[in-house]
């Protein structure tokens, strides 16, 4: 239901008591136009009246010098349909079918919001959203995609080449080539290659042993 304040208007042109469009002719400030749908409340005098109709009607349209009210249910809220002349009243009033929708749709937000304690809620909640007693359960593994950046740091570090040139962290072998069956030792803080003392044939004849 949509309201703008100081709605007054006269109807542009006289109306049957079944019809479902209603003229109603442009307002003069200080008072404004009736809002593009909602309820409007036509009687045939603001002081005393004899008849008073509420119609909800569903769109409007300009005809330049007067709106054309459609979509007009008639008699609405227990009022009777009545025939209308040009120049009747037309104002928008707060009305116990508009109380009503306004404690419903209240009722309503506070069964969404029962567990928040705040005046501005409806403010600050979007339109429609509804709090629902959710329990989070914490899984036991995680993905390694939840951890940003953890998959690129991890490749970094495992993906060495054939002899370990990428490992961080790790000192370098000292090369490989002309050392075939030596050793590696270190001073204690360069390593190198060692040749191991063999027991040769010559050796052991030179001895005795043979």
Not at 58 to 84: I, P
Not at 112 to 139: G, I, R
């Amino acid at each position: 239901m949509s309201f703008i304040n100081n709605v007054k208007t006269e109807l542009n042109a006289s109306a049957t008591s079944s019809v479902t469009s209603i003229q109603v002719v442009k307002s003069v400030s200080p008072y404004n136009d009736p809002p593009a749908s909602g309820n409007i409340t036509l009687m045939d005098s603001l002081s005393s009246p004899t008849k008073i109709e509420i119609i909800a009607y569903t769109g409007r349209t300009d005809n330049s010098s007067y709106w054309t009210l459609t979509g007009c249910t008639r008699a609405a809220e227990s009022t009777t349909a009545s025939t209308w002349a040009a120049g009747d009243n037309a104002i928008q009033a707060f009305t116990a079918g508009d109380a009503t929708a306004t404690d419903t749709a209240v009722a309503l937000n506070t069964d969404k919001v029962t567990n928040v304690v705040h005046p501005l809620v409806e403010a600050a909640v979007p339109s429609n959203a509804v709090f629902t007693d959710t329990v989070y359960s914490h899984p036991a593994n995680h993905a390694i995609s939840v951890i940003t950046g953890l998959q690129t740091a991890l490749d970094g570090k495992l993906s060495p080449t054939g002899d370990g040139s990428n490992l961080t962290g790790v000192d370098s072998l000292p090369t490989q080539t002309g050392s075939t069956g030596k050793y590696l030792t270190t001073d204690g803080s360069t390593a190198a290659w060692g040749e191991v003392a063999g027991i040769t044939q010559a050796k052991l004849i030179t001895s005795g042993a043979m």
